[in-house]
């Protein structure tokens, strides 16, 4: 997984292992989190040693949550994950402004 992460942006390059595991579309696990800023039944806001990850589904519910180790399970339907990273969101902006001008 890592050689997909960028480390030369501004974020600290992670001093633990950062994994999603999807079962089914109803069971996530997720490692690397170091604190979970929000959540309700339709969105889950998480701050990992990757970036902030938005998870976005149907009756979400947290299934564990070990601070300790950085793991949190959440079970649902999910409709998707999404990093909120803004140096990738210019990109992506720049890109369709010059579509559609």
């Known amino acids: 997984m890592n050689q997909y992460y960028d480390s030369s942006s501004n974020n600290k390059a992670p001093s633990q292992e950062h994994d999603v595991i999807m079962r ?3 069971l996530l696990d997720i490692t ?3 604190q979970v800023e929000s959540f309700d039944n ?3 806001l998480l701050e990992t040693v990757m970036g902030f990850l938005s998870i976005r589904g149907q009756n979400l519910q947290m299934k564990n949550l ?3 180790k950085g793991i949190v399970s959440i079970k649902g339907k999910v409709f998707d ?3 909120l990273d803004d140096h990738h969101g210019e990109k992506a902006k720049g890109f369709f402004s010059k579509i559609f001008r």
């Open 81 to 83: 994950l999404v990093y």
């Open 66 to 68: 070990d601070v300790d």
């Open 32 to 34: 690397g989190v170091k």
């Open 42 to 44: 339709e969105e889950f």
């Open 24 to 26: 089914g579309r109803k």
